[in-house]
């Protein structure tokens, strides 16, 4: 054919070396070193931001939460303190702990999508499958098992 190039390859594509990584030898490996400490700190710094986000979600919902029982009158401080109504409130403390980690877990699944948050909310425990790839899935199961570890301690005492 006319204006095409003849390799001898007629019908059949030109090979492609594989390669694995890249290969630079004149790399130092001391800035190596800083670009690893630079990024460890990021992804630290990351992590740590994270944390403090949803801990601060549990903190604003939880006080809003006793905030608002107070202002309607749903909850009162008793004058005295028995010490056998304290299993008994640490199991509902621990049901709400994990009914809060639910609904903070549903919150940060609906930076994923519409969707996902939808479905953290009415379908029990999906939030857990919804943020398995994300940043903020463990300090969100942390709190849950404190809710867990808590019911547990709760039952102990009162048998």
Known sequence: MPGVADDGQAGRSKRI????????????PADRQRAR???????????????LVVLGLFILLTGGCVVAAV???????????????FPGKLIVGGILLGYVAQIVGALLAF???????????LVPGYVFF????EEV????????????????????LLS
């Not at 930076?111 to 909310?121: C, D, H, N, V, Y």
């Open 111 to 121: 930076r994923i999508g519409f969707a996902a948050g939808g479905l953290s909310l």
């Open 71 to 85: 202002f309607l009158g749903a909850l009162h401080y008793p004058d005295d303190f028995q010490w056998t109504d």
């Open 130 to 133: 919804c943020l398995r790839r």
């Open 137 to 156: 899935l463990w300090p969100v199961v942390a709190v849950w098992l404190l809710g867990a570890a808590l019911v547990t301690v709760g039952q102990f």
């Open 37 to 51: 400490s630079a990024a460890r700190t990021r992804r630290f710094h990351r992590e740590l931001l994270n944390w």
């Open 17 to 28: 070396e594989p390669r694995i990584g890249r290969i630079d030898l004149t790399v130092d």
